[in-house]
Nanobody, 127 residues
């Protein structure tokens, strides 16, 4: 059974850093684009990044470009999100999700329409 499990969230001060991990199992990890999406309190789902199967191409939302870095280790079936220069507006539940392609429609889809998704990890940026 396919599973994605996020970890690494927590409380951090503005300007700080966190590294999220997403461990995948039960499917061929390298066949999928891997996404990070987030949902802030009282707001809708926001796409953060998308990394292709080999990890050679990654796209970022303008709101995180230059501060966040997504990477993957296919040997470990793990996706990462390095978050630097964190801001209070980055506070959200962060989810990893998978899809077989990258497109505008995939970036805007609800979490439950991805092929697989995790349970999320809370990131709180506050002093």
């Amino acid at each position: 059974q396919a599973q994605l499990v996020e970890s690494g969230g927590g409380l951090v001060q503005p300007g700080g850093s966190l590294r999220l991990s997403c461990a995948a199992s039960g499917f061929t990890f390298s066949d999928y684009w891997m996404y990070w999406v987030r949902q802030a309190p009282g707001k809708g789902l926001e796409w953060v990044s998308a990394t292709n199967g080999r990890g050679r191409n990654t796209y970022y939302a303008d709101s995180v470009k230059g501060r966040f870095t997504s990477s993957r280790d296919n040997a470990k079936n793990t996706l990462y999100l390095q978050m630097n220069s964190l801001k209070p507006e980055d506070t959200a539940v962060y989810y990893c999700a998978s899809a077989t392609r990258y497109s505008d429609s995939v970036r805007s889809r609800p979490l439950e329409e991805y092929d697989y998704w995790g349970q999320g990890t809370q990131v709180t940026v506050s002093s």
